[in-house]
C-alpha cells in the first residue's frame, strides 16, 4: 500500500471516529433529555397551588355565570414573584374591587409573564378565550422596557430566551415568526444546542436586524454641560448597566432618548399595532378593555434631575429628555382607555437590588387606586 493510500486511509479513519463520536453524543444527550429544548416564548410557573390553568402565577380560573371576571394582563408587575400569593396584583385588587361595588361579585385572574410584552400577551389572550371568558381586560403597562420587549425576537440582554415576534410590513401587523411554545429547529439538535448555549452560535437579535430601521445614534461631539451617571454605574455595574444596550436601543433609556430615532418611531408603531390587536381580541369576545400604568417617584439617587440631559458614556453623549419620554408614551396611548396611577408610598421598592418592582404595600395602595378607576366597568 503506498505511503498517499495509507494517509487517504488515516484520514478516512479519523472522519469515521470523529463522526461516531458525534452520533453516540448525540444519542446519549437524547436519551439523557440534556439539555432541555428550546421552545419560542415562556410561562413563569411557581408551585401547582400557585398556579392558573394557563400557566401564570395566579389563582385558578374559578368563576360562575354571575361573576364579573376581569383578567389583568402584564409582564412581572403581574406575576409579582417577590410578593406572597395573598399579596399577588390580582388578589388585592379583586379584594378592593369587591369593597367597592359590593353588589356584584368580582373575580380576577392574572395572565403576566417576566419579561412580556404586548406580544406574548396577545397570543396568550388568545389561548385564555379559546376555555374562558372576560367582561374586562386590563393591561398593565411598564414604560421603560415594553417597547423594546416588543421590538426584539429574545429576551433581555442580547440573545436571550427567544420568543414569538410581530413585526411592521407597509404599515401593517406581520407575524409571529413564531408559535407560542414552539420548539425551535435547530434545538431538535441536542448536541448543537448544547455548543449554542456555551458559545451562543445563534444571533437571533442580529438577524432580526433586517426588520428594524435604524437606532439612535450618540452625539460624538458636545461641549456643554454633561451628567456622569450612566458612566458612574459603567464603571461599577450599577444596575446592570453594562447590559443596556444603546447601540440596538435594547434599553431601558430608549424611550428617553432625543431626538426620536426611526427605531423607536417604529417601536412605538409597532406597540400600537399591538394593543390594538389585544383592543380588538377583548371586543370581539364581548371584553372591554382598558390600560394603565405607575407613575413612580423620582429616584433619589438620580443626580442630574433636570428635564433634558447629555449622558457620557466610554466616550459618547446621548441626550435624554422628560418630556419626549412623555410625548412618545401619549402618541402611543393615543385612542386607548388609559390611565396613570401614582405610587404614594415613599419606601416602595422591593429592596436595594429591586429597584423596579413594587413591595406589598405600595402593589396593594397601586390595587386600590385602580378599583376606583375601574368600578365604572362593572355593570
Known sequence: ?????????????????????????????????????????????????????????????????????????????????????????????????NRRVGKKSIKVFSIGGVGYGQDQELLILHKYYQEHRADLVVLWLTPFNDVWNNVFPTHWPRNGRPKPTFWIEQGRLQGPNEKMGEELGWS??????????????????????????????????????????????WDSN?????????????????????????RTRYGMDLTRLLLSEISDLAAKNNSGFAIFDVQLPEQAENICPEDEVVHLLNGKYYKTSKKQEQDNWQYIMTGFRYFTIPVAIPQWQIDRWDKRHLNERANDQVMSDLAKHLQPFVK
Open 238 to 262: 450599577v444596575s446592570l448597566i453594562r447590559d443596556e444596550n444603546l447601540a440596538t436601543e435594547k434599553s431601558h433609556y430608549a424611550m428617553s432618548l432625543a431626538p426620536v430615532s426611526p
Open 1 to 97: 500500500m503506498t505511503l498517499k493510500k495509507v494517509h487517504i486511509l488515516n484520514m478516512m479513519l479519523l472522519i469515521s471516529s470523529i463522526v461516531i463520536s458525534i452520533l453516540i453524543a448525540e444519542v446519549l444527550l437524547q436519551l439523557a433529555g440534556i439539555p432541555d429544548p428550546v421552545v419560542s416564548g415562556w410561562r413563569n410557573k411557581r408551585s401547582d397551588e400557585e398556579t392558573n390553568q394557563a400557566g401564570f402565577r395566579g389563582q385558578k380560573f374559578d368563576y360562575t355565570d354571575n361573576d364579573y371576571v376581569i383578567v389583568l394582563v402584564g409582564d412581572s408587575q403581574v406575576a409579582a414573584a417577590a410578593l406572597s400569593f395573598d399579596g399577588l396584583p390580582e388578589r388585592r385588587l379583586e379584594y378592593y374591587l
Open 188 to 233: 431538535k439538535f441536542r448536541l448543537f444546542a448544547l455548543a449554542n448555549r456555551l458559545f451562543e452560535f445563534i444571533d437571533r437579535d442580529g438577524e432580526w436586524e433586517k426588520h428594524l430601521p435604524e437606532a439612535y445614534k450618540p452625539i460624538s461631539l458636545y461641549e456643554g454641560k454633561i451628567c456622569n451617571d450612566w458612566q458612574s454605574k
